[in-house]
């Protein structure tokens, strides 16, 4: 009998509000990545963005060839300056650097992986080589759902930075984590919904 199709956003650690910060235990999990650096409105964001997908799409039908289904996760990013008032408030694009996250489920491997990479290769993504597995250990987190155009994160960043963190007796341990629920090519910019994440000690 074939397993029911699985939709990582299932997940409780997809779940947030707008204008809450909730405390959660982010398990280990392993993502397709693709580095990058500067501003996200340029073409090497577009080109990180194509590597992933068609290796993400290799590796759902692979698993479902074999019985097990999922919807392939929404797009994430790390992102992180040597000044991250650059994000809070100044919003200096040129001097970001991030990473492209796609989730890998658990029940799929390195060797899952590195097949669907070579079944990829005939489409010859322009930095299909830079594709790698990397495996987050956040841990500890906190996060908020934003609303609204990517530009508008600045406030609810300074908040949790200079606010909530302070309050808590927290400091931040690891690199923003964005998590993008909706696709922006195809929604408005004022009803894009991104989970905002601070790994925190």
């Known amino acids: 009998m074939t397993a029911p199709k699985v939709d990582p956003k299932d997940d409780d650690t997809y779940r947030a509000h707008r204008g809450e910060f909730r405390t959660l235990t982010i398990p280990d999990r392993a993502y397709l990545a693709v580095d990058?650096?500067?501003?996200?409105?340029?073409?090497?964001?577009?080109?990180?963005?194509?590597?992933?997908?068609?290796?993400?799409?290799?590796?759902?039908?692979?698993?479902?060839?074999?019985?097990?289904?999922?919807?392939?996760?929404?797009?994430?990013?790390?992102?992180?300056?040597?000044?991250?008032d650059t994000f809070t408030r100044r919003r200096d694009k040129a001097r970001w650097e991030w990473t492209l996250l796609l989730l890998v489920p658990d029940w799929l491997g390195p060797d899952e992986v590195g097949a669907a990479v070579e079944r990829t290769r005939p489409k010859a993504p322009e930095r299909l080589d830079d594709v790698r597995v990397e495996v987050l250990s956040e841990g500890r987190c906190?996060?908020?759902?934003?609303?609204?155009?990517?530009?508008?994160?600045?406030?609810?960043?300074?908040?949790?930075?200079?606010?909530?963190?302070?309050?808590?007796?927290?400091?931040?341990?690891?690199?923003?984590?964005?998590?993008?629920?909706?696709?922006?090519?195809?929604?408005?910019p004022e009803k894009q919904r991104t989970i905002l994440r601070q790994p925190v000690s």
């Open 142 to 188: 906190l996060q908020t759902l934003h609303v609204g155009p990517f530009d508008d994160e600045g406030p609810v960043l300074h908040r949790l930075h200079h606010e909530v963190l302070p309050g808590a007796g927290l400091r931040p341990s690891g690199r923003h984590h964005e998590v993008y629920l909706t696709d922006p090519r195809r929604t408005a």
């Open 36 to 84: 990058g650096q500067g501003d996200p409105n340029t073409e090497a964001f577009g080109t990180a963005v194509q590597a992933l997908y068609p290796v993400a799409y290799a590796l759902k039908f692979a698993s479902k060839a074999a019985g097990r289904d999922y919807v392939v996760p929404p797009l994430e990013g790390l992102w992180w300056a040597e000044d991250m």
